[in-house]
């Protein structure tokens, strides 16, 4: 089964500092994709960044990029230069094999004027 | 363009009412799935539909029925709800069902059922 791990319910940066989230996933397919969402307090869910697992670059996306290490099956988020907009909750999602989507249980972010 | 739109934004009914979930896509998109997501909880699956025909449910209760008109449009007809309904109701759209396809979600449905 394909599990999807957020360890931090919770976390709080402050603004123009650097944040990591941490996932950590399981799967059994050779072949899968990782995905970041945003989802903030206007609750509409946003893709933020996505990693192909056979690509061994990690994916960045202006001040979002991924720390995707394949092998201990961990996938982070780092948000630099943190704005006020940042603040939301942080879904960690995995697609393999014909399974549907499965979401971790999200990491609350806050960012400190 | 990424867009995926749902109306309407907010919904209020009563366990009697029946009402209807819209959602749209204009990516071309051939799969449309239907979650729910209670507050501070991730979604949950309820539908998808692929090519317009109804690939997975997710043992759904049958107050709600989905229906595929066509391929930019999928709707969620509510009947006979229960207040633990209440919930976001997130539509999402990809390329393709069953393939390793990035999924765009909606704004969301806000139902309060009384």
């Known amino acids: 089964a394909q599990t999807v791990t957020q360890s931090q319910p919770e976390m709080s940066v402050q603004e123009a500092e650097t944040v990591t989230l941490s996932c950590t996933y399981d799967t059994s397919e050779s072949d899968y994709y990782l995905f970041w969402y945003k989802q903030p307090p206007s609750r509409q869910m946003i893709l933020v960044i996505r990693q192909e697992a056979y690509k061994q670059q990690n994916a960045t996306e202006n001040r979002f990029s991924v720390n995707f290490q394949k092998a201990a099956k961990s996938f982070s988020l780092k948000i630099s230069d943190s704005q006020l907009g940042d603040a939301a909750m942080y879904f960690c999602a995995l697609l393999s094999g014909n399974t549907p989507l499965v979401f971790g249980k999200g990491t609350r972010l806050s960012v400190i004027a | 363009d990424t867009e995926v739109t749902q109306t309407p934004k907010h919904l209020v009914m009563g366990m009697t009412n029946k009402k209807s979930l819209k959602c749209e896509q204009h990516?071309?998109?051939?799969?449309m799935y239907w979650y729910k997501q209670k507050a501070k909880k991730p979604p949950e699956l309820m539908f998808v539909?692929?090519?317009?025909?109804?690939?997975i449910n997710e043992s759904v209760p049958s107050r709600f029925s989905p229906e595929c008109p066509n391929s930019s449009l999928l709707n969620l007809h509510l009947h006979a709800l229960q207040p633990e309904d209440s919930a976001l109701y997130l539509c999402?759209?990809?390329?393709?069902?069953?393939?390793?396809?990035?999924?765009?979600f909606g704004p969301g449905t806000r139902l309060l059922v009384l």
């Open positions: 990516m071309g998109h051939r799969a």
């Open positions: 539909y692929s090519y317009e025909k109804l690939s």
């Open positions: 999402a759209s990809s390329q393709v069902s069953g393939g390793l396809e990035t999924q765009y």
